[in-house]
């Protein structure tokens, strides 16, 4: 069954088309990765799925699990699985990422018709995933990824998936700032979480990142558009060749 749907997506942000008929499909269980320059409208694509304001869908449609995503407020969204890991994920000073992980994680469970987890069940679960991502016990008493390292924030991430569990994550380059161990270690945390009913979509201008996490499709963006789409070798084939080609035919 398709998980994700995106059909002939047309976005504007400022009045400029930014999308022009975007067309992608994600079967449950799968991995696919989108690559592309900059500029390509990779984040822009990630952003509409999760429902950031700002940008305004002028043709096409999401179907998640079948049903119209565009019609879904952004926590509606998040309740139903739909998760992003931003390219540059938000500070917020003042709410202690453990209160914030609480506060988040209830609340999705409370709009699944799921019980809270009790204090203890919490501090059970995340001591347990954020010891498996190296997080420190310490870095999780601080504001919402407040001074936090690059790689720290990108564990931090994959710490809300670990524990939101979502359907459908996206992972907007999660390898721009990782040296080469927290790079391993986040993608161990992301494999982890690899299973027959969990698509990712990976956004990378990469192929090293997608020698950790290996991918069932990879697809490449230029311009607006999925111009080009195939298995994992096409990474190491654009990897040979750059992204040229394909913004020359696109444009
Ligand atoms: P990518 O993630 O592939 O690098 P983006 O989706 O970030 O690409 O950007 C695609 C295009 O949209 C770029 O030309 C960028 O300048 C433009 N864009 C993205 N967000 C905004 C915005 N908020 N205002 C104006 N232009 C934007
Ligand atoms: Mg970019
Ligand atoms: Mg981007």
């Known amino acids: 069954m398709a998980l994700l749907e995106v059909k002939n997506l047309q976005v504007r942000v400022e009045e400029r088309e930014i999308l022009h008929g975007l067309t992608l499909t994600v079967e449950e269980g799968q991995v696919h990765a989108i690559m592309g320059p900059n500029g390509s409208g990779k984040s822009t694509l990630s952003h509409v799925i999760a ?3 700002g940008y305004e869908v002028t043709g096409g449609e999401i179907l998640f699990k079948g049903e119209d995503l565009l019609a879904m407020e952004p926590e509606e969204r998040a309740a139903k699985g739909v998760f992003l890991a931003f390219q ?3 500070e917020i000073p003042g709410v ?3 209160n914030f992980l ?3 994680l209830n609340a999705q469970r409370k709009a699944r018709g799921e019980g809270e987890f009790s204090t203890p069940e919490f501090l059970k ?3 347990e995933v954020a010891g498996s991502l190296g997080i420190p016990q310490e870095m ?3 504001g919402v990824n407040v001074g936090f390292s690059g790689g720290e924030k990108k564990r931090n991430e994959v710490l809300q ?3 939101f569990q979502p359907s459908l994550c996206i992972l907007d380059e999660m390898d721009s700032g990782l040296d080469i161990d927290a790079l391993r270690i986040a993608s161990e945390g992301v494999n982890a979480l690899r299973s027959p009913q969990r698509s990712m979509v990976v956004i990378t201008h990469y192929q090293r990142l997608l020698n950790y996490i290996v991918p069932d499709v990879v697809h490449v963006m230029a311009k607006g558009r999925v111009v080009k789409s195939g298995g994992k070798e096409l990474a190491l084939e ?3 060749t750059g992204y040229a080609q394909y913004t020359e035919a696109a444009a």
């Open 51 to 53: 429902g950031k304001p």
């Open 88 to 90: 540059y994920p938000v």
């Open 96 to 98: 202690a990422t453990m």
């Open 102 to 104: 609480r506060t988040a």
């Open 125 to 127: 679960k995340v001591r």
């Open 140 to 142: 999780l008493k601080r």
């Open 161 to 163: 998936m670990a524990l």
């Open 238 to 240: 654009l990897e040979a």
